[in-house]
């Protein structure tokens, strides 16, 4: 007898587009065992338990199409795969990396379903699968489960494994722009595009941001110089390498001062207003022990902002915030701010809250501004008596349409004069509507890889498309972020037909990759020589900087135990729908079932792209309907009633006729490749010279140039098969 149990077979995380959506996907195999026979509303409390532990399951709208469309399919009866599914997908929400897309379908055998869904991180999407299991379980079995403790452990690993908020900001800006994207470590490097027309940022730097502009961007004292002698701004100041040459320092300057570290960032360590050398030596101390060496400077009036420069522009400016308490009399200031400062729901722990929480620790840059008040943590103010406890904290108040443009030009100047393309530029001013000049404002550093989370999530204001201006900076107007890909899917001659499309492309004066089962090639080389028909070969060539248009072969196997390894294609070629023996490890049982595994590669061709299908195939034809883009059929000869139609309708095909192949747009033949057929060779069937030549002029080669590909193509292989018989 089958226990009441939940079991994985198998879980495979597919990385490209599948049979189930065009994202990544993690699919298990789901045994039910004996809840098959116990749908959810046969199980006493179920339903109840589960609204109780994860309450957003009433934002699921399932297949009912509305909100609570989920819970009605759990009071009416659904099974267990089909829950586990919604359970996952909300406990990843809950964690902090939202998905939308689910699928729960039956295999052959009872009790046994494919469950997949959609996963921005494999890791945390194994261990949210792990969760839901156990909490289902728990569920069913009516058990404590803490729901609590199971989201905190994978909000820590989404914290940990994720990309950060801001490289996640740029990748979602680009994804709107359907420029894809590629994980280069465990860290934010990430690759957006393909090939020779890809970009790389790290956070907020990119691929044009000069380790040399970096440079100069930590040397606060060169930033200085360099800026002064293009007129910007800056305040008067000098390193320092003692608690004594502070003083000095300050002296000479003039007080009030400033007292900052020389490398440091997020305003750790910084001291302002400083009058006499008790708080001068004591101000030392802090920012000595937050960065290797400290800066004494002029001290400017005003309140600090934070400009985003990108490109030549400013896209995005933040105002620091005065942080003071008001007495009441009884409270110590200690006790004053947790309930006037720390009981701001914006404020908290870590990058969700836009506000810091303030926190007294001896020698920190707090209780040194209460010292210098001649005050502590433990002092009890008077009422009405108003403390200051920040000068400039938490640069996260949106001002972007206030900043005067002669500031937002001196910005702009600033980041340039470094070099950076993308910078963070700090001033001070007392009001950033008007220029600097009028109130002695000044810039005081300018950052590289500068955080873009107080222009995402402003504690106050509208948040700024940050994100999208790098995208646009990186690529321009237009989506240039592409090579052309060619993808090759079914079972006849797919590798031969790959490498017959990378000699055309060669021919055409391109750098092209091609990853096929015969191995894997750049240019007219070969690397590899093993079965590159996978995700990770067609990946490498994605990733090379090198490659300006790739051909990739996809088997179904591929498809179903991997995914593709682009997400869209300039050219789907589609040959047969066959193979079907090969698949049963996939419960794939049916035609039908493998025309939807081979229609993936149709389905990921770009609008403006092209499906090339072999018109021969009657399941193949019918894909025709599902492509995106235009269409192009390939035959041995004209007289199938398929071309004859797709012609009428004015689209394009490609035959042979007497040993030429005949390009046909409508009822015109636009081009005649006279005796083209059997320049590749007499070991290359006509069908597979159709599809490369009609691959070719999907992507507007040449038809000479076709056939120099197809020549020389023919010339390595006859040269190949003598000696082959030699030996």
């Known amino acids: 007898m089958k226990k009441k149990d939940i079991v994985f077979r198998r879980v495979t995380h ?4 599948n049979i189930w959506t065009y994202r990544p996907v993690i699919e298990a195999w789901v ?42 399919r759990l009071r009416e009866g659904t099974w267990a795969a089909h829950i586990l599914e919604h359970v996952v997908l909300e406990m990843q929400s809950l964690a902090g990396m939202p998905t939308g897309f689910g699928k729960a379908r039956e295999t052959s055998e ?3 379903y494919k469950v997949a869904f959609r996963t921005r991180q494999e890791q945390v ?11 289902l379980m728990a569920a069913i079995e009516d058990r404590p489960y803490d729901v609590e403790a199971a989201i905190a452990g994978l909000r820590d690993m989404v914290d940990s494994i994720c990309l950060g908020p801001s490289t996640a900001h740029i990748v979602d800006a680009a994804t709107e722009r359907r420029i ?3 994980r280069l470590n465990d860290g934010n490097l990430v690759q957006l595009g393909y090939g020779e027309r890809q970009r790389r940022i790290w956070t907020a730097e990119t691929d044009r941001t000069s380790a040399i502009a970096e440079g100069i961007s930590r040397d606060k004292d060169l930033t200085k110089s360099l800026l002064q002698s293009c007129g910007v701004p800056v305040p008067q100041g000098r390193l320092v390498d003692s608690a004594a040459d502070a003083w000095d320092a300050a002296e000479d300057i003039g007080l009030p001062v400033a007292v900052k570290p020389y490398d440091g960032n997020h305003g750790r360590g910084v001291s302002l207003d400083l009058t006499n050398r008790e708080q001068v030596e004591a101000a030392f101390d802090l920012a000595n022990r937050e960065g290797n060496g400290v800066i004494v400077e002029q001290s400017i009036s005003g309140v600090e902002h934070r400009l985003l420069v990108v490109g030549k522009r400013v896209v995005a400016a933040a105002a620091g915030e005065t942080t003071s308490v008001t007495g009441d009399g009884r409270a110590s200031i ?23 929480v303030l926190r007294l620790v001896d020698g920190d840059e707090l209780s040194l501004q209460l010292a210098r008040q001649g005050r502590s943590g433990a002092t009890v103010p008077a009422a009405g008596e108003k403390i200051e406890l920040q000068r400039n904290g938490n640069v996260a108040f949106d001002v972007t349409d206030r900043v005067h443009p002669d500031t937002a030009a001196l910005a702009s100047l600033a980041a340039r004069v470094v070099g950076l393309d993308i910078a963070g530029i700090d001033l001070v001013v007392e009001d950033i509507s008007r220029p600097l000049s009028e109130q002695r404002g000044a810039i005081i550093e300018v950052n590289a890889g500068p955080g873009l989370l107080a222009h995402m999530k402003p504690a106050s204001g509208q948040p700024q498309p940050v994100g999208a201006a790098i995208v646009d900076h990186l690529f321009g107007g237009s989506d240039h972020a592409r090579i052309p890909i060619v993808g090759v899917t079914g079972n006849r001659d797919t590798s031969r037909i790959a490498r017959l499309i990378g000699k055309i492309l060669c021919a055409s004066h391109r750098h092209v990759g091609v990853a096929c089962a015969d191995g894997l090639f750049l240019n007219n080389r070969q690397i590899r020589s093993d079965d590159c028909a996978t995700w990770e070969a067609g990946q490498s060539l994605l990733i090379n900087r090198s490659v300006q248009a790739a051909v990739m072969e996809n088997g179904s196997r591929t498809i179903l135990g991997e995914g593709l ?11 047969d729908v066959s193979g079907l023996e090969a698949l049963a490890d996939f419960d794939i049982r049916n035609r039908d079932q493998l025309y939807n595994v081979v229609r993936t590669q149709v389905d990921v061709v770009l609008p403006d792209g092209v499906a090339v299908l072999n018109a021969a195939d009657h399941q193949v034809v019918e894909m025709a309907e599902l492509c995106d883009g235009d269409v192009i059929f390939y035959a041995p000869t004209a007289s199938l009633q398929v071309i004859a139609a797709h012609r009428d309708d004015g689209g394009r095909a490609v035959f042979a006729r007497d040993g030429d192949i005949v390009l046909a747009s409508g009822t015109n033949e636009t081009a005649v490749l006279h005796g083209a057929l059997a320049l590749a060779g007499p070991a290359v069937p006509a069908e597979s010279v159709l599809a490369a030549v009609a691959s070719a002029w999907a992507m507007q080669v040449p038809t000479e140039l076709i056939c120099a590909g197809l020549r020389t193509f023919g010339s390595e292989a006859s040269r190949a098969e003598s000696a082959r018989v030699k030996h």
């Open 31 to 72: 045994d039910i065992g004996a809840l098959e026979d116990f749908p959810s509303n046969t199980i006493p409390g179920l339903y109840e338990r589960l609204t109780a532990w994860l309450p957003s399951l009433v934002e699921h709208r399932c297949g009912v199409g509305e909100r609570g469309g989920f819970l009605e």
């Open 110 to 112: 009872s009790g046994v």
């Open 14 to 17: 597919l990385r490209g587009p």
């Open 125 to 135: 999407g194994r261990a949210a699968l792990q969760s839901a299991r156990e909490l």
């Open 180 to 182: 894809p994207s590629i």
């Open 565 to 575: 390894s682009y997400d869209r294609c300039a050219v789907g070629i589609v040959t």
């Open 334 to 356: 200690a006790e004053l701010i947790e309930s006037q400062v720390n009981s701001d729901p914006r404020r908290g722990e870590d990058e969700a809250f836009p506000l810091d």
